[in-house]
């Protein structure tokens, strides 16, 4: 007897429909596997035939041909598990398949017939609702995950007695109710860091701000123990809560990376990720025999920190120049491309030489001009022209040091970033996939950066003397844009963009 059921698969962060058919007929027992399936899809054979064994149920000891469809689409993972299990309780008549036709089945199984959950539900599910299916089977783990997507009957279970009994008597179970994600978007999930910690770095604490209201990219430069990493680490902190659209398109990334075990239905926080000086390119921009998103992708919406930056390889650094620029990464292979979203903030520190104290005033510097020289050449001219905001960070004072923190709450900030963004908003609310300055392109500066003669005066000195590029000098007008936008301003004025070309440290070091 011939049974299908419907499933699904990732590529990139969208998803396909997959068929899963199962036909059980006369010949020597044995289970074939078609459709370019991978090796776990491959070890499901083996798995599922233990596990329906150990469940109670009866094993066909005939031959089992398993079709997957499309079958010119790669078929990895083990969420395969459950559709192949119910398709072949369904073609040997154990249970009713008057469900398979309008309801697709995901799930990995332990041999004991409990359901774990699996990576990329959420896609799935968009993809299938799409489509046309009316119901979806996902173990319990996920359930809350797969019923963001609205129009879709989600059941969790959390074995397959519980699918099997589903099947048979489909009126003893509700979908499951989404939890009220909307309201739980505000509330943060993890332990805030407050800017009120932070002694003294007036103009640091500017910055962060700065690079918060408008989306710019930040780097603090300066000694050991200043406070650079403390400092970036705060960001989160002062940055707008994600909107729904916001929080559902960042859960599709977590879902694919496999980031969303237990934690909810949605990401209720922007993204902080901060990986290690010895990462490798691929795990920066993603990739993978089938690509797979990188910590720049999982970033999106939010903040990839790279602490001690001149620490990390230069040619994996050289990976950040495109997607900096465009806002998305694509990864080519042989057989597929896929295309994954980066709008990310990139965040970074690094001391001002090997040493350290190049430029302190308490402990002298023990590099040579020439060592100073090989250590900023880790960083090339095209990678820091992308850096919006290039900010000092001086040694405390003593005195700083021993008194109590003074600065501003990061709620206060947050209010006034708030305010900023919903400033910017207004601008651009004709404008497609433009929601912060730092996202702006040509057309858009010479609309709403334009400059008056003393403004203009004072960036063309700026760039003569520091020889910046083109492209460095667009990042100030954003930067001075966004400094407008905090002053609740509507035209760019001469201390805006002179503020703004303060924030060129490491050009005017160099």
Same mark, same amino acid.
């Given at each position: 007897?011939?049974?299908?059921?419907? &499933?699904?698969?990732?590529?990139?962060?969208?998803?396909?429909?997959?068929?899963?058919?199962?036909?059980?007929? $006369?010949?020597?027992?044995?289970?074939?596997?078609?459709?370019?399936?991978?090796?776990?899809?491959?070890?499901? =054979?083996?798995?599922?035939?233990?596990?329906?064994?150990?469940?109670?149920?009866?094993?066909?000891?005939?031959?089992?041909?398993?079709? +997957?469809?499309?079958?010119?689409?790669?078929?990895?993972?083990?969420?395969?598990?459950?559709p192949i299990s119910v398709g072949i309780l369904a073609a &040997?008549?154990?249970?009713?398949?008057?469900?398979?036709?309008?309801?697709?089945? +995901?799930?990995?199984?332990?041999?004991?017939?409990?359901?774990?959950?699996?990576?990329?539900?959420?896609?799935?599910?968009?993809?299938?609702?799409?489509?046309?299916?009316?119901?979806?089977?996902?173990?319990?783990?996920?359930?809350?995950?797969?019923?963001?997507?609205?129009?879709?009957?989600?059941?969790?279970?959390?074995?397959?007695?519980?699918?099997?009994? *589903?099947?048979? %008597?489909?009126?003893?179970? #509700?979908?499951?109710?989404?939890?009220?994600?909307?309201?739980?978007?505000?509330?943060?999930? +993890?332990?805030?860091?407050?800017?009120?910690?932070?002694? $003294?770095?007036?103009?640091?604490?500017?910055?962060?701000?700065?690079?918060?209201?408008?989306?710019?990219?930040?780097?603090?430069? $300066?000694?050991?123990?200043?406070?650079?990493?403390?400092?970036?680490?705060?960001?989160?902190?002062?940055?707008?809560?994600?909107? *729904?659209?916001?929080?559902?398109?960042?859960?599709?990334?977590?879902?694919?990376?496999?980031?969303?075990?237990?934690?909810?239905?949605?990401?209720?926080?922007?993204?902080?990720?901060?990986?290690?000086?010895?990462?490798?390119?691929?795990?920066?921009?993603?990739?993978?025999?089938?690509?797979?998103?990188?910590?720049?992708?999982?970033?999106?919406?939010?903040?990839?920190?790279?602490?001690?930056?001149?620490?990390?390889?230069?040619?994996?650094?050289?990976?950040?120049?495109?997607?900096?620029?465009? $806002?998305?990464?694509?990864?080519?292979?042989?057989?597929?491309?896929?295309?994954?979203?980066?709008?990310?903030?990139?965040?970074?520190?690094?001391?001002?030489?090997?040493?350290?104290?190049?430029?302190?005033?308490?402990?002298?510097?023990?590099?040579?001009?020439?060592?100073?020289?090989?250590?900023?050449?880790?960083?090339?001219?095209?990678?820091?022209?992308?850096?919006?905001?290039?900010?000092?960070? %001086?040694?405390?004072?003593?005195?700083?040091?021993?008194?109590?923190?003074?600065?501003?709450?990061?709620?206060?900030?947050?209010?006034?970033?708030?305010?900023? =963004?919903?400033?910017?908003?207004?601008?651009?609310?004709?404008?497609? %996939?433009?929601?912060?300055?730092?996202?702006?392109?040509?057309?858009?500066?010479?609309?709403?950066? #334009?400059?008056?003669?003393?403004?203009?005066n004072i960036l063309e000195g700026a760039i003569r003397k520091?020889?910046?590029?083109?492209?460095?000098?667009? =990042?100030?007008?954003?930067?001075?844009?966004?400094?407008?936008?905090?002053?609740?301003?509507?035209?760019?004025?001469?201390?805006?963009?002179?503020?703004?070309?303060?924030?060129?440290?490491?050009?005017?070091?160099?």
């Open positions: 007897m011939l049974a299908r059921v419907w &499933s699904g698969s990732i590529v990139g962060i969208d998803a396909v429909k997959v068929g899963v058919e199962v036909d059980v007929s $006369g010949g020597l027992p044995g289970i074939v596997v078609l459709g370019l399936p991978d090796a776990a899809v491959q070890e499901a =054979r083996e798995r599922v035939k233990a596990t329906l064994k150990n469940a109670g149920f009866t094993f066909p000891m005939r031959k089992i041909v398993i079709n +997957l469809t499309p079958a010119d689409l790669r078929k990895e993972g083990p969420c395969f598990d459950l &040997s008549e154990q249970v009713s398949a008057y469900l398979l036709g309008d309801h697709l089945f +995901l799930g990995e199984m332990s041999l004991d017939g409990s359901l774990r959950s699996v990576a990329g539900v959420l896609p799935i599910a968009a993809t299938a609702q799409k489509m046309g299916i009316t119901g979806l089977v996902v173990p319990a783990d996920n359930a809350q995950e797969a019923a963001v997507v609205e129009g879709l009957a989600v059941y969790g279970f959390k074995n397959l007695c519980e699918v099997t009994d *589903f099947l048979n %008597n489909p009126g003893r179970y #509700k979908p499951v109710q989404l939890d009220n994600t909307v309201e739980t978007l505000h509330t943060t999930s +993890l332990p805030t860091l407050d800017l009120k910690d932070v002694k $003294g770095q007036a103009h640091a604490r500017r910055a962060l701000e700065i690079a918060a209201a408008g989306g710019h990219n930040l780097i603090f430069v $300066g000694p050991p123990g200043s406070g650079k990493t403390m400092l970036a680490r705060r960001l989160p902190g002062i940055l707008p809560a994600l909107s *729904f659209s916001e929080a559902l398109e960042v859960t599709r990334i977590h879902s694919v990376a496999g980031l969303l075990k237990n934690r909810g239905s949605l990401v209720r926080d922007r993204p902080f990720r901060s990986p290690h000086h010895s990462a490798s390119g691929p795990s920066l921009v993603g990739g993978g025999s089938f690509p797979r998103p990188g910590e720049i992708s999982i970033s999106h919406k939010g903040i990839l920190f790279l602490d001690e930056l001149t620490e990390f390889k230069r040619d994996v650094l050289e990976f950040l120049r495109q997607p900096l620029e465009d $806002g998305y990464v694509t990864i080519s292979r042989t057989k597929q491309s896929v295309i994954f979203p980066a709008q990310f903030t990139l965040v970074a520190s690094t001391n001002p030489c090997s040493c350290g104290y190049y430029g302190d005033t308490i402990q002298q510097c023990t590099c040579s001009p020439r060592q100073r020289e090989q250590y900023w050449a880790k960083l090339s001219g095209p990678l820091m022209d992308r850096i919006d905001l290039q900010v000092a960070v %001086n040694r405390l004072k003593p005195e700083e040091i021993t008194q109590q923190p003074t600065g501003e709450s990061s709620a206060t900030v947050r209010k006034r970033v708030q305010q900023a =963004r919903d400033y910017a908003s207004g601008r651009f609310k004709n404008e497609q %996939n433009l929601s912060c300055n730092a996202q702006m392109q040509s057309r858009h500066l010479q609309k709403w950066c #334009k400059l008056d003669d003393s403004s203009r520091l020889g910046l590029s083109a492209r460095a000098s667009d =990042r100030i007008l954003k930067v001075a844009r966004t400094i407008a936008d905090l002053a609740g301003d509507d035209e760019l004025k001469a201390h805006h963009v002179a503020e703004a070309i303060q924030y060129r440290t490491i050009d005017r070091m160099q």
